[in-house]
């Protein structure tokens, strides 16, 4: 049985003990006991085992059933709260998800079929969900995680990042960075990034950061952009990595070029027919994206990154050319970039996406971010109603916020025909989140134990266009003990070559 309709309108309850802003409809009575008619089914799930101790109980042998999964064309994830995401199809308190030929064929209770026609996943206990997406991550930094804890974007991002480590990379340095970057995401549920390069020194660079996202079997768009030091060929190398990565659409990695807002740049993107993916959008640098729209070098899709303190004829600007929005609030309020424009998109019209910047400076958990989206535009509008303020903009919810990690990072990314969503006919990104864990259970609230509860540690298993990355807690098919050495050798020459000096007690 399927729960109403995730968006239906109702009219909040008044609250007498605080600011009077509308917030999310209570659940009705049928959605209750909906929920717990599919969380009963799943009692038999011995919630308080240890994953070794339910994997004995249940008889099931891991290592036969992922490669049952490997050999066979279809997988059926039966019995699991599933939450599509897709406002036309709904989410279910119980439901089974059929993958086919690496793409969702069905959504819905009690998909009937045998062990010999597919490798069939027992899902109780486990929330489904469309992979998570991060517009805007460096992903070459990963070699730098966590050693810039305390900075600000300037001066100390700038020095150190920017102009200190960063052009010491040699592509081997690259390599690493990008692979375990990758490797850690879809460790942690996200299924598809948008991978802001800034590293392309050289066309081997270049070269190296495609061959790390292949090899991490990510889904990811290649915002090529510039490096340092004279053999850069940035922008025209994009040609080049056209013909040799990007000929087919039918294939994980797509290309974007990454730019400032610069008109050269702009006109450049416009010939080779790739989408703009603009860091740096700030108040400070208004004037050329305006100037950018009156030369009509602004297009559906382009992305734009943080867009701090724009004016409204700069929001109604990327309104009206179709622009999408990535917040990546956590980095924003703690670096310095200011404050996080959830509400500004919102009030124009924009509903955005969601992003982790640099992990030198904090954590890619999609987790953590959806609770900062979430928390920051609460705080901010229930401020505005503690000061008088009336007829207020409603407040996000849970489902919101998980839609500004899922779909909307999809259309962000220029992907929300093949991912975002668990749409039959669309590729099979998917996540199942433990519920029956500690730290969650009981399951009361889907959609809020997943933004407001869980973190990485509930991801038990990750798809990626079928195929499964992540198994029972484990990435597959990844030799951890060689990743971890690549990036520390790496890590260590980058250093040595900058003369950067770390701090590991600081």
């Known amino acids: 049985m399927r729960h109403d309709h995730p968006m239906k309108p109702a009219t909040p309850d008044a609250c007498c003990c605080g600011p009077d802003v509308s917030s999310a409809p209570a659940p009705s009575r049928r959605a ?8 009963a089914a799943g009692a038999a799930a011995l919630p308080f085992l240890s994953d070794s ?18 050999g066979q064309r279809r997988i059926l994830l039966k019995g699991g709260v599933v939450l599509t995401l897709d406002r036309g199809i709904g989410d279910f308190a119980q439901a089974d998800v059929l993958i086919e030929d690496g793409k969702i064929r069905e959504v819905r209770p009690s998909v009937a079929l045998s062990n010999d ?3 069939v996943i027992d899902a109780t206990n486990r929330i489904v969900v469309p992979g998570f997406i991060d517009t805007h991550h460096h992903f070459y930094q990963g070699l730098l995680r966590s050693i810039l804890t305390n900075g600000l974007l300037n001066p100390d991002y700038s020095r150190d990042i920017g102009n200190t480590l960063t052009p010491a990379y040699a592509p081997a340095d690259a390599y690493a960075g990008v692979l ?37 079997g990510m889904r990811a768009v290649y915002a090529y952009w510039r490096g340092s030091g004279p053999d850069m060929r940035y922008p025209q190398d994009i040609m080049r990595l056209q013909r040799t990565y990007f000929s087919s659409q039918d ?19 416009r010939e080779v027919g ?45 309104k009206d050319t179709g622009a999408r929005i990535s917040i990546a609030a956590p980095i924003e309020m703690a670096m310095g970039h200011g404050l996080p424009p959830i509400q500004a998109a919102l009030d124009h019209g924009i509903r955005p996406s969601l992003s982790s910047d640099v992990d030198a ?28 303020e009336q007829n207020l903009p409603p407040l996000l919810t849970c489902r919101d916020v998980l839609e500004f990690a ?72 990844v030799d951890a003990a060689r990743v971890l050495r690549v990036v520390r050798e790496a890590r260590d020459a980058v250093v040595r070559r900058s003369g950067f000096q770390m701090n590991l007690l600081g």
């Open 32 to 39: 209750l006991l909906t929920a717990s008619a599919g969380l």
């Open 53 to 70: 101790a339910r994997a004995q109980a249940t008889g099931a042998n891991a290592d036969g059933l992922l490669a049952r999964m490997r």
């Open 117 to 119: 026609d597919a490798a």
């Open 180 to 216: 375990v970057t990758a490797l850690g995401m879809i460790d942690m549920g996200t299924t598809t990034a948008v991978d802001t390069s800034q590293v392309s020194h050289t066309p081997e660079h270049s070269d190296a950061c495609i061959r790390a996202l292949q090899e991490s």
């Open 251 to 269: 294939q994980l990695l797509t290309l974007a070029l990454g730019a400032v807002l610069d008109t050269n740049v702009f006109t450049y993107a």
């Open 274 to 318: 790739v989408r703009c993916v603009s860091h740096g959008v700030s108040n400070n640098t208004e004037r050329t994206l305006l100037e950018l729209g009156r030369a009509g070098l602004l297009r559906p899709g382009d992305e734009y990154i943080h867009c701090t303190h724009l004016s409204d004829t700069a929001w109604h600007l990327l």
């Open 361 to 388: 400076t904090m954590a890619q958990d999609p987790f953590t971010i959806m609770r900062a989206a979430f928390t920051l535009q609460r705080l901010m509008l229930l401020q505005r109603a503690r000061g008088g």
């Open 406 to 477: 899922t779909i909307e990072g999809a259309r962000c990314a220029g992907l929300e025909s093949k991912v975002g969503t668990l749409t039959p006919g669309k590729e099979a990104d998917i996540v199942m989140l433990t519920a029956d864990r500690l730290n969650v259970w009981p399951l009361n609230n889907a959609p809020g134990a997943v933004v407001n509860v869980m973190n990485p540690s509930n991801v038990d298993t990750v798809f990626i266009a079928g195929k499964v990355k992540k198994w029972r807690g484990n990435l597959v098919d």
